[in-house]
């Protein structure tokens, strides 16, 4: 019978340190899966290795059981990238059938990964998978666990909002300002300052549709430096803060010690842009912006503390909804289990069922050839034939169903005891999976 | 019969307004994705039909009394919901904001609710006003209130998501209200075609006095004077819109201020003043 298997690591468990010893480049990755098909210990791989997690899939079906293709993965890695199986033991885990694939489904919807509902990891694992494919890794099972995993993580991202709600500072500047503002587009945003975190806000900015940049520093060069990027104007300020007329969000990451934006002045730049909306972002520590800025009208300020308690907000907001999503995989896994036990079934049968009606109908022939009968006696005799083959088979192909069908672990058992008894010629590729 | 239907009417205004009320209660993205989208059909499917039932209850009463029905509190505050409610199902339409519900539906049902209460009353119109033009005349002012309505819920809109953006922590929780932006600029649309509809309900109101000798017209009537003053708080929210930037916050208690005069006008001149506009 196939086991299907998998071994691996993650940041949940295990340091950077083991992580690196045991990740593949993607040259090692075909060259350890040409590996497993030359061995002939292993049908089917699959290696995913990205900066969180490394995890080999596989599928055996010359092993007594599951732990003994377990053993294979064990000691080709402990060989493979020269770690004690002591440490392997310590650091990854493993998982068998039904748990692989609940594994495999959970690390596909994001639910293993760092950041709950991240959207890198769905990628990552069609890449893999591609990868094995395209290096004659992945055969029919793994192909049919690995679509399935995409289809999972789809309906899990449609009915659930694991991921949703921005869970970086950047990306919530942004969901604010849709919050404020009817449209990004045509809007104008100033980069007070300079630094990473501020380009990135306005860079998310900018590709969701606002259309002006003014980056303000105190020394114009630098000003020029920024703007280059976003295709924006350089300024350089001197405590005169009519620059910000015209901008809709202000982003300020200053070295500053004291208060740059203040209240008043503030104020009188809203009177001259007639009120509109201004959302001012202070990601400067010290603060650049007066906090009592709030309290004008139409102003809205959120300095980096509030933005991270909206980024943490969200997050706890998607720890629940993972709540959801791990009904969701549980139940999808148990689904795709049973259908692979069936389809894993449905060559012996239909084998054993072939060789019964091979024989009937040769022992016909020869009984017609050497009688002279009616076409209607011929026909009665072939009828009650294939009524016996029915019911010769009946009680056996039901057992066996069962024994699918409840989850009985012997059914492995009794396909490879059909096999033997009746010298069944079963082709192993599955091809009707 | 009759009565069972109406109170069914009043049964399904009751049910979208409470459903519509509890979409908006919930604050998690959790029980949003999960529960929301049952409310919101059942809010949306109780607006339409109850909508439905009150059209076929206003044309009922159409043709028994053989012209417009506008007599009585009951003709009158079923018409306004219907007002209401048609306005509402406009902006859903145009703008697949369904959360504006939640402020206008309660309204239509306390409307629906007092006309029950009435509903077996009747009043004989005088034959001079039997024609077209108490059509023309209250259909337009009513689809102004209906209007003024709208503005006075995307008001309070912008007001609740104003509240959760100062409020920070849980301000990107709910998807439900639109931005400050929209809501803004939804409502003055709808402020102004408010305006519109009001000034021509009213220029119909007195080329209609022209016609009619019979009944005595002062210009100091009740309803007149407050018409006037409701006209000019939504003229005057305009004016200082266009000249000094009075939008959003202002904008928003200008609506509810609005919102006051417009029921002051329909209910409060016929229950406390006199006026040849009363419903009785």
Known sequence: MNQIVSIGTSHHIAPIEFREKLAFS?????????????????????????????????????????????????????????????????????????????????????????????????????????????????????????????????????????????????????????????????????????????????????????????????TYERAVKVAEKFNGTPLAYDNDLSFLIDADIVISSTNAPDYLIKRRPLADVMRKRKHRYMFLIDIAVPRDIEPDVSKIDHAFLYNIDDLEAVVASNLKDRQQEATRAEQIVTEEAKRFYDQLQIFQVNPTIKALHQQFREVAATELQACFYKTTLSDQQEAAIASMTQAIVKKLLHHPMQNLRCAVNDGNADHGQYVQALQELFALDVNDDNSEL | MINFLFLVTLLIYLAASIFQTLSLAISSRTEAAVIRPTIERIAFWGTGIGFAFLTLFIALWWLQQGHFPMTHWTDSTAFFAWAITLIYLIIVRLTHLRALGSFVMPVAFIAILISYSFATHTAALPEPLRNYWLLAHTTLIFLAYAAFIAAFGFGLMYLMTERKIRKKTDALLDNLLPSLGTSDGLGYRCTILGVILLTMGVIVGSLWTQYIRDVPWRWLDAKVISTFVTWFIYVAQIGLRQFWGWHGRRAAYTAIIGFVAVLCTYVGVDLFLDSMHTYR
């Not at chain 1, 732990?67 to 990238?81: M, P, W």
């Not at chain 1, 992945?138 to 869970?167: C, D, H, Q, Y």
């Open chain 1, 26 to 218: 993607e040259a090692q990755i075909i060259e350890s899966l040409q590996h497993f098909r030359e061995s002939d210990q292993v049908q089917e791989a699959v290696i995913l290795s990205t900066c969180n997690r490394v995890e080999v899939y596989a599928v055996a079906n010359a092993v007594r059981n599951a732990d003994a293709a377990a053993k294979i993965l064990v000691e080709f890695l402990s060989r493979y990238h020269q770690i004690g199986v002591e440490s392997l033991k310590k650091w990854t885990y493993l998982h068998h059938n039904l748990e692989t694939i609940r594994h495999l489904f959970r690390v596909t919807a994001s639910l293993d990964s760092m950041v709950v509902g991240e959207s890198q990891i769905l990628g990552q694992v069609k890449t893999a998978y591609d990868a094995s494919r395209e290096a004659g890794g992945a055969g029919t099972i793994l192909n049919r666990l690995f679509t399935k995993a995409f289809s999972v993580g789809k309906r899990i991202r449609s009915e659930t909002t694991i991921a949703a709600g921005a869970v970086s500072i950047s990306y919530a500047a942004v969901e604010l300002a849709k919050k404020i503002f009817n449209t990004l587009e045509g809007k104008t945003v100033a980069i007070v300052g300079a630094g990473e975190m501020s380009e990135l806000t306005a860079k998310h900015l900018v590709s969701n549709g606002v259309s002006n940049v003014i980056v303000a520093n105190r």
